[in-house]
């Protein structure tokens, strides 16, 4: 097996980044009760200022007034690292979310699909530049020789054993990742690298730092198997932003809609699914105000969506300033991809159906797009109905009838025509007693004086008092 690991030095701190409007912008975390705040991690432009991680609020304000603020949260930052797990499954079956701060995947099996190494690793940096985290990336045999190797490089790749062991031998021993504080120990103790450490005595070794530091050192060189705990995806997608202002228009929810709907259609690929139907949450201090997005058909473009949401969005009344933008998508049926050819002319130019009809049915609601399917009803005026949007019905092939028009009126109007001419008929229709609106009529094709074909009935056995029913074309 080869292994990458993914270690994502700053997770927090991106996943507030990636929302904000101007991320060059100096910003911090912050943590630690009101009256001690200190910085728990600061962006590059408040570092070039001089602001660190562990600094006291005042100090910072002291150097930077008009650095901008956001709180810590442990819990953001697991449902983070959660999600990127998930993004990291659509690369290989085997990814494990078990340390904080990093991932690890087995990437040998993915090779004949994705292409050798330096070619998945570019995929894996350019997708993680998209979504908004920074990252080094580091291959070993091992999980934990990956760990290592990308605390130290960004970029090394070992791939055979022997090499890999040589390198590991070289690690100080504060950066060998060792349980708990093993390694600042050790290195008090003189010990300075993995070579003398695995010189050392073991039952010394297992007396002082306990059982922990062998397994981890056998586990590192592969000389034991790591259990590692793997990443399972789940079945809904549930994401939210906190704004950390008070919104009131609707541009300004755009931007955090953008993120929220290409963080859904990410977990869509992963899943290799669409979604049909979901819930876009405005919060506010007390309430909440829900908008509904309801497709006809799965769907996963993330350009698509976004339309779609937005365009719903803008007919809703935001009754009071929002906080923050939860978005819940629970019903993720199977996607299937419309049927396209393989030379499609000015692709640029053109809008699938299914794309083009979903933002028919934003911009003009959703009864605006609507399909017909057969009744079985010998009547005219009930022989279709409307089809909603998701409904599927086996049609029945249509029985035989003569020829019927295309253009059928709302309502049989009397036919005012000295001189109509019968062309066809009658076709005779007796139905309808079962529900109170009995049709007893003979229908015939008639050329009127002005040479137009009309499609009209007159009653039982009589060829007057037309009234007409439709027109062919």
């Known amino acids: ?37 200190t910085l728990h991690a600061v962006n590059a432009a408040a570092a070039q200022a001089g602001l660190r991680a562990g600094m006291r609020l005042t100090a910072a304000y002291a150097l930077l007034p008009d650095l901008a603020l956001a709180e810590y949260e442990p819990q953001a930052e697991a449902r983070w690292h959660r999600f990127l797990a998930a993004w990291a499954y659509r690369h290989s079956s085997l990814v494990s979310a078990q340390w904080p701060g990093c991932l690890v995947l087995e990437v040998r099996a993915s090779f004949r699909l994705l292409g050798p190494w330096p070619r998945f690793e570019a995929r894996l940096r350019e997708e993680l530049h998209a979504l908004g985290f920074s990252h080094r990336i580091a291959l070993a045999p091992t999980p934990r020789a990956a760990r290592v190797f990308a605390g130290l490089r960004d970029g090394l790749a070992m791939m055979q054993a022997p090499g890999m062991n040589e390198v590991l031998d070289r690690v100080p021993i504060r950066r060998a990742v060792l349980p708990d504080d093993a ?16 010189g050392l005595p073991r039952d010394s070794l297992r007396r002082r730092f306990g059982l922990e530091v062998l397994e981890h050192l056998d586990r590192l060189y592969g000389e034991a198997d790591d259990p590692l705990v793997h990443y399972a995806p789940p079945d809904y997608f549930d994401a939210r932003v906190e704004l950390g202002y008070e919104v009131e228009s609707h541009t300004a929810l755009l931007f955090p809609l953008r993120r929220l709907i290409g963080d859904l259609c990410t977990y869509l690929s992963i899943r290799d699914g669409g ?105 005219p005026e ?56 009995d049709a007893r009529r003979d229908y015939y094709v008639l050329e009127t004086s002005q040479g137009q074909r009309a499609w009209a009935f007159a009653p039982p056995g009589e060829r007057e008092h037309w009234m007409l029913h439709g027109w062919f074309a």
């Not at 290195?187 to 695995?198: F, K, N, P, V």
């Not at 299937?336 to 933002?359: H, S």
Request: hydrophobic share 40%; glycine share 6%.
């Open 382 to 437: 009930r022989a279709w109905r409307r089809l909603r949007g998701g409904d599927h019905v086996d049609i029945a092939p249509a029985p035989a009838r003569p020829p019927r028009p295309a253009w059928l009126l709302p309502q049989p109007i009397p036919l005012r025509d000295p001189r109509p001419r019968i062309l066809s008929g009658p076709e005779r229709l007796e139905s309808g007693w079962w529900d109170g609106e």
């Open 183 to 198: 390694g600042e120990r050790l290195h008090r103790m003189g010990i300075r690298d993995l070579r003398t450490l695995r």
């Open 275 to 379: 979604v049909q139907r979901f819930l876009l949450r405005l919060e506010h201090e007390e309430s909440h105000t829900d908008v509904e997005v309801g497709l006809l058909s799965a769907e996963r473009e993330p350009a698509m969506l976004f339309e779609l949401t937005r365009n719903r969005l803008e007919r809703v009344s935001i009754p009071a300033p929002v906080v923050a933008v939860r978005l819940l998508a629970r019903e993720l049926p199977p996607f299937v991809p419309a049927v396209r050819d393989l030379f499609d002319l000015r692709a640029q130019q053109t809008l699938p159906w299914p794309q083009l009809r979903e933002r028919l049915r934003a911009r003009l609601g959703d009864d605006a797009v609507h399909q017909v399917t057969p009744t079985g009803d010998p009547r």
């Open 1 to 37: 097996m080869l292994w990458a690991c993914i270690l994502l030095p700053q997770l927090a701190l991106d996943a507030v980044l990636r929302r904000c409007p101007d991320p060059d912008a100096p910003l911090a975390l912050v943590t630690g009760p009101a009256q001690l705040r």
